[in-house]
């Protein structure tokens, strides 16, 4: 099949690129049901409505004694109003009855309002003697009572379709007394790494390399409802490339590989795809990673990346993780985390080239940058001594010493802080 893309001639710049490949992309429309307990970490296929009002009735919001606000509109530590206790209500035992003038009832936080209650006086401004309690305290109506349908509505959407759940939404969900919940089923993601030099043993012998990308990859989208199918380690062979790139199409949603993307004799990925499928880009402005290519094999999304380490990690950043965003019905704006902090020296780039520069958050009196200078995609340690990169845009000719930054972190801890 022709190519629709072109070699290193030119370069595109990284948001024509995704935004071109994006178009291509396709959301899954296979759709399951999964618990409660299954619910975090997947993406909604429909929007969630509360069948229900939560809470389904007036409740305390404190400990305390339930009363009418009518009775204690002049209670104050100088003239507290005496009323006739009348029984208790807690969470498994609620009060049986009406709560008339004159009259309160001891409540525990959660459990049911009595008839006619309309507020809670809390237990610190009340005293207990003999059968009656006294109230140091007025209350307005309403005060201290989570009414019926306050925190969420019948009829209310409490989850939209195309949320990615979080154990922060299981709390609400969790309310509705909903035992079933339809999702998108997970993006299924074929990998393979592509090098005779490389291997997976522990100890590589003289002349061969140790394989790190499929490692790196299947635990930086652990946050994403995916299912990834390692497919190992192929040889440089053009044709065992094109067959596992036929396969790994029919069997999943998205391919991804490591190596073999650039233009030297050794890199056969552009032709292996060009022989079954539609390149749309083959190189792109961003240092490093420029050897990027996205196509379409069997019309399934296929990102084949350069094979050094830290060309992995940040072309996952750009290119993997929008279109695992879209094929998984992922809806909103991805909000990568960001600190500000001031640069402990100078940042050179290239005009023309996107830079992500890995550096390291430093904590004193201010929050720090220190650039990671290691040089070469290759060197693995600057991805374990960094804490998250910085961007220069194409246009910019780096950063001064001094200047304030903001850094995009990976790591979900800083050793520094």
């Known amino acids: 099949m022709s190519g629709l893309g072109s070699g290193f001639k030119r370069l595109t710049d990284v948001e024509t690129a995704i935004n071109k490949f994006l178009m291509y992309v396709k959301p899954v429309e296979d759709i399951e049901e999964v618990s409660l307990k299954d619910l975090a970490g997947r993406v909604l296929a429909e929007d969630v409505v509360s069948p229900i009002d939560v809470p389904n009735f007036n409740r305390s919001a404190m400990d305390g004694y339930a009363v009418l606000s009518s009775d204690v509109v002049s209670a104050s530590m100088d003239n507290p109003v005496r009323l006739k206790l009348v029984g208790r209500s807690t969470t498994s035992q609620p009060f049986k009855g009406e709560l008339h003038p004159g009259e309160a009832v001891r409540i525990d936080t959660g459990a049911i309002m009595p008839d006619n209650a309309d507020a809670v006086v809390m237990v610190e401004y009340a005293s207990e003697s003999g059968g009656y309690v006294d109230i140091f305290k007025n209350v307005g109506k309403y005060d201290n009572v989570s009414l019926k349908g306050e925190d969420i509505k019948e009829g209310e959407i409490v989850a939209p379709k195309g949320r990615l759940i979080t154990p922060h939404d299981l709390m609400a969900l969790a ?243």
Do not use: W
């Open 175 to 417: 309310s509705l007394n909903l035992s079933k919940f339809k999702v998108f089923r997970k993006v299924r993601i074929g990998i393979a790494a592509f090098g005779s030099e490389l291997v997976d043993s522990d100890s590589a012998p003289e002349g061969k390399i140790r394989e790190v990308n499929r490692v790196f990859f299947s635990r930086a989208l652990e946050d994403y409802p995916v299912e990834i199918r390692d497919y190992g380690i192929l040889e440089d062979d053009v044709e065992l490339i094109r067959d596992f790139l036929m396969k790994s199409s029919m069997e999943n949603d998205l391919t991804v590989s490591f190596g073999g993307t650039s233009l030297g004799q050794g890199d056969l990925v552009r032709d292996a795809v060009e022989r079954v499928g539609d390149i749309i880009i083959h190189g792109v402005a961003l240092q490093p990673s420029k050897p990027v290519l996205l196509a379409l094999v069997n019309d399934k999304p296929y990102i084949g990346l350069p094979g050094y380490p830290v060309a992995v990690a940040i072309s996952t950043d750009v290119f993997v993780y929008p279109v695992v965003k879209r094929l998984a019905g992922i809806h909103g704006v991805y909000i990568p985390r960001v600190v500000r902090g001031m640069l402990t020296r100078r940042v050179p780039s290239k005009v023309g080239l996107k830079h992500y520069v890995r550096v390291k958050i430093k904590v004193r009196d201010e929050i720090y940058v220190e650039p990671v200078y290691a040089s070469g995609a290759g060197i693995t340690s600057s991805l374990s001594m960094a804490d998250g990169y910085l961007v220069i845009d194409e246009g910019k000719e780096g950063y001064e010493e001094g200047e304030e930054v903001d850094v995009m972190l990976f790591r979900r801890f800083l050793e520094d802080v």
